[in-house]
């Protein structure tokens, strides 16, 4: 069965830090690949995905994220954290062939210290 | 363009009540999902539609729960006997269900609050 892993359940960092969040999925197959983002109060969205093509993905906010197939890993990163980027985030997979339903993580949860 | 809306926005039941959750996706979004969003657990899959037909319920937890959606439109997950486990936050995305990647995206309601007292 399909599953993502989402290694880090809290993480807290410091304005100006760096951010990577790690993401894990198995499934041998070819797959999309989703970073959603929930702020506080708000409504999940999406942040970037990977369609196919350029394993390296930009989303919005200055977020990124690297597709790479050899390790089934799709870590999403941003080079200096803000004070609103503090939401939860998960990491998404589904499969092309099939029912085409969606994995989810069981998410991060982000705080970033002012 | 109007979002996905989902209501009630909360709903208090008493253990073993009938309840029925509903979620309206955007205009000509074919594909419909629900999840459930327990504390820790992230977001459980629990059944998609493609037009009116299921192909996929298998995150059904159980034969208490069902889900309707007609005219290719609305949609309603009912939920019998209610049991204390049942609380979470049941969430509706839809997408435009075609090939291609803009229509693999999912977009999401607010979410139905669901506590079983």
């Known amino acids: 069965a399909q599953s993502v892993s989402q290694h880090n359940h809290h993480v807290i960092l410091s304005e100006a830090a760096s951010l990577e969040l790690g993401c894990n999925y198995s499934?041998?197959?070819?797959?999309?690949l989703f970073w959603y983002v929930q702020y506080p109060g708000q409504h999940l969205q999406l942040l970037l995905k990977y369609f196919s093509g350029d394993p390296l993905v930009k989303g919005i906010k200055g977020f990124e994220a690297e597709f790479i197939k050899s390790k089934f890993s799709f870590n999403l990163r941003k080079p200096s954290v803000q004070w609103s980027d503090t939401a939860e985030y998960f990491c998404a997979v589904r499969s092309v062939s099939g029912t085409y339903k969606y994995i989810f993580g069981t998410g991060t949860r982000l705080k970033v210290l002012a | 363009g109007a979002g996905v809306s989902q209501s009630p926005s909360n709903k208090v039941t008493e253990k073993g009540k009938d309840v029925e959750l509903r979620c309206d996706p955007i205009s000509g979004h074919t594909a419909l999902y629900w999840y459930r969003q327990s504390l820790g657990q992230g977001l459980e899959f629990l059944i998609y539609f493609q037009g009116n037909s299921a192909p996929d319920k298998s995150g059904l937890p159980s034969d208490r729960f069902s889900a309707e959606r007609t005219g290719g439109s609305v949609s309603t997950l009912t939920i019998q006997r209610t049991q204390q486990e049942d609380s979470a936050v049941y969430l509706c995305?839809?997408?435009?269900?075609?090939?291609?990647?803009?229509?693999?995206?999912?977009?999401f309601g607010p979410g139905t609050r669901l506590t079983v007292l």
């Open positions: 499934y041998g197959g070819t797959v999309n």
């Open positions: 995305a839809s997408s435009l269900g075609q090939p291609g990647s803009l229509g693999i995206e999912q977009f």
